[in-house]
């Protein structure tokens, strides 16, 4: 996590959710995230292929030069990375991960804006995991950001974060050495430290490597 803003928001969200796998989405609470609110958003899940923004902050709207309520959160990705968000997707809602994405935004005129982008999965009570709560934040903020929108985007990193070092759904926590996983894809790697053989579980066509926090 490299931006100010994915730290803050998910240092709130873990001490929110204390030993559970995510908080509700009724205790989030704007007041206590008022600076981050205009790069912030919450995505509605009825399935990885089904994942819309239910609110998006002004500037993240802005960078986009439209309204994302109520958009397609997986429109104007490459079918590749299309494939690799909605494996994330099912990653935080079925499995309680926390993802970081690094984003590269395509305007009309060639123009790249870098983002980073946290994803952390929210429960409401009786029907599970189905929110997200994640905040997408420009790494720099070009002259022509808000004139001319982004309409493609394309994942130049990713990683998964288990917030309790393992994956949810490992029952055995015991003897196991804590360390970052891993995470790999077509076009996408992330080189950690050996893990020990079968630890391993695939997750659409990425390979989740259970592991944790260092």
Known sequence: MKHGVTQTLYSYWD?????????????IDPGEIRGLLGDTFILETNGPRDVRYRL??????SAHCRELKGRNFLR????KDREALESLIAAITE???AAVVGINGHTERGQVLQMEMVL????????????ILGA???????????????????????????????????????????????FTAEGVSMPTSALPTGAERKVGHLTVYSGGKS
């Open 76 to 79: 104007g990705w490459s079918m």
């Open 120 to 131: 952390l999965p929210l429960n409401v009570p009786g029907e599970g995991r189905i929110r």
């Open 136 to 182: 997408c934040t420009p790494m720099d903020k070009p002259y022509w950001m808000g004139l001319h929108p982004i309409l493609k985007q394309s994942i130049s990193s990713l990683r998964l974060v288990w917030p309790d070092e393992r994956p949810y759904f490992a029952d055995d926590r015991v003897g196991v050495n804590p360390i970052m996983p891993r």
């Open 56 to 61: 998006a902050g002004t500037r993240l709207c």
């Open 15 to 27: 001490s929110l959710r204390g030993a559970r796998p995510a908080p509700n989405r009724s205790e």
């Open 95 to 97: 499995d309680a991960a």
